[in-house]
């Protein structure tokens, strides 16, 4: 099968197309013949050199995919050669077939077409599990979301906006701005000429808000906990401003907040598989109906990698790069 990996860390020329092994299912997993794939933040990092697979993981990249089921494991009933699917993974999207456990293959949603599926997974359970299952964001309480022009923003903003939150988001242009209140944000931020602590709270009448989703960490950490309103919420889940910052813990005591850092790829499959169970019941209904919907800047082949970690690394898109087999 062809596969794309990065065997030497480095810029775009590290990126390699080759050929590997076709998988073989064991027990309690399948084979997925990749119909599709999207880029994340995380492939650019591993591709650095920054972010390697766990341990048991596929060097290839690519942390979701959608296809048709060519091969199921021993004991393996939910899943028949044949279907179409989605999938969560630790590795492997980026290849013309690939390995996952059962649990972490989900359905497509109805509505969804297979090329654009590929693009859902990693967002949404990114989403779904750190604002809702971890971070407890309610209906009636406000969200910041920070780089609401991106792929996690873009879901975030809807999902959020859908379930009854209010959002406020940032973002470094003006289309990305108007992206984000047709997606539902309520406030939009322009980080590069506004201060968003001051906005969230003018927005929030000095309140400040109950949840933030980051992928800043250090540089953003002091205000964050700034912006944060009593008992708020800030979950950090990249680090794209650094790894180390400074924490006001006695800011943080007075307002009785908490400071949550998470990553999915890492977790333990049966915690990937309670996940992919809850979005399949509380976020593929959403996204049938149209309330919630995965926007796609770009579609290109696989050969064309590159240019795809290329467009993530301008920044310049609103939504998913996907990558086809």
Known sequence: MRAVIAPDPGGLEALVVTDLPDPK????????????????????????????????????????????????????????????????????????????????????????????????????????????????????ETLLVHGGGGGIGTFAIQLAHALGARVVTTAGSQEKLDACRALGADVTINYKEQDFV????????GAGVDVILDNMGAKYLPRNVEALATEGRLVVIGLMGGAKGELDLGLLLRKRGAVIATSLRARPVEEKTAICASLVEHVWPLVADGSVKTLVHATLPLEEVREAHRIMEASDHIGKIVLTA
């Open 198 to 205: 001051e906005e969230v709270m003018k927005a929030t009448d």
């Open 25 to 140: 299912p064991g027990p309690g997993e399948v084979v997925i013949d990749m119909t599709a794939t999207a880029v994340n933040r995380a492939d650019t990092m591993q591709r650095q050199g920054f972010y390697p697979p766990p341990p048991g993981a596929s060097d290839v990249l690519g942390l979701e995919c959608s296809g048709v089921v060519s091969a199921v494991g021993e004991g393996v009933d939910a899943w028949s050669v044949g279907d179409e699917v989605c999938a969560l993974l630790a590795g492997g999207g980026y290849g013309e077939k690939v390995l996952v456990p059962a649990g972490q293959v989900m359905p497509v949603p109805e509505g969804v077409d297979l090329v654009t599926a590929g693009a859902l997974p990693e967002v949404a359970a990114t989403v779904w599990s750190n604002l809702f299952m971890i971070a407890g964001l309610q209906q009636g």
